[in-house]
T-cell receptor
Framework: DAGITQSPRHKVTETGTPVTLRCHQT?????MYWYRQDPGHGLRLIHY???????DKGEVSDGYSVSRSKTEDFLLTLESATSSQTSVYFC????????????FGPGTRLTVL | AQKITQTQPGMFVQEKEAVTLDCTYD???????LFWYKQPSSGEMIFLIY??????QNATEGRYSLNFQKARKSANLVISASQLGDSAMYFC???????????????FGTGTRLKVLA
């Protein structure tokens, strides 16, 4: 258990509304990641953070923004949700030891109507 | 080109038998890592096993082993003595360096769905 929680776990929203997903970790990890999971695509990186206020884009960042004002929290915002953003969103931390393994939160299922 | 390829969308195995899930990768980074994750129907991503590019021996973790063939760029997961609880989606992933920011990039395959039959 890597001490990662995500909220909300499920959300249904309407097209055009802003949505914020929260990832919270308790182990003081420097690196945090947001992925989306869609059938046939595996996990794709949206944004990642390498420290407080330090973030960078992943391969599918359009329509998403992130913020990290505290080590323990990494927020993902959909500025104006679209149906194509219906997905399962996973947060991950990188445990910076020998293997630099990623550990994942439980996921958030987002439906945009 | 796909950096991580899992060519088996779905597989069946009889309970108590061994099964191999295929994964091939492509990278020019000499220092990379390979991972396998399990995703049961409940949805969480569970880390199973890791293999470093410089590791001389195949990684093992209980009933899981990673058949690492570096020259062939393959990192197949072997599950011995399959159990009903092994039914899940399995993802292969690779860690490589991002030279621009000095951090790592993780790339995932599209997964293999394994069904264990009683």
């Amino acid at each position: 258990d890597a001490g990662i929680t995500q909220s909300p776990r499920h959300k249904v929203t309407e097209t055009g509304t802003p949505v914020t997903l929260r990832c919270h970790q308790t182990e003081n990890h420097r690196y945090m990641y947001w992925y989306r999971q869609d059938p046939g695509h595996g996990l794709r990186l949206i944004h990642y953070s390498y420290g407080v206020k330090d973030t960078d884009k992943g391969e599918v960042s359009d329509g998403y923004s992130v913020s990290r004002s505290k080590t323990e929290d990494f927020l993902l915002t959909l500025e104006s949700a679209t149906s194509s953003q219906t997905s399962v969103y996973f947060c991950a931390i990188r445990r910076a030891k020998i293997t630099d393994t990623q550990y994942f939160g439980p996921g958030t299922r987002l439906t945009v109507l | 080109a796909q950096k991580i390829t899992q060519t088996q969308p779905g597989m069946f195995v009889q309970e108590k038998e061994a099964v191999t899930l295929d994964c091939t990768y492509d990278t020019s980074d000499p220092s990379y890592g390979l991972f396998w994750y399990k995703q049961p129907s409940s949805g969480e991503m569970i880390f199973l096993i890791y293999q470093g590019s410089y590791d001389q021996q195949n990684a093992t973790e209980g009933r899981y082993s990673l058949n690492f063939q570096k020259a062939r760029k393959s990192a197949n997961l072997v599950i011995s003595a399959s159990q009903l609880g092994d039914s899940a989606m399995y993802f292969c992933a690779m860690r490589e360096s991002l030279t621009t920011s000095g951090t790592y990039k993780y790339i995932f395959g599209t997964g293999t769905r394994l069904k264990v039959l009683a």
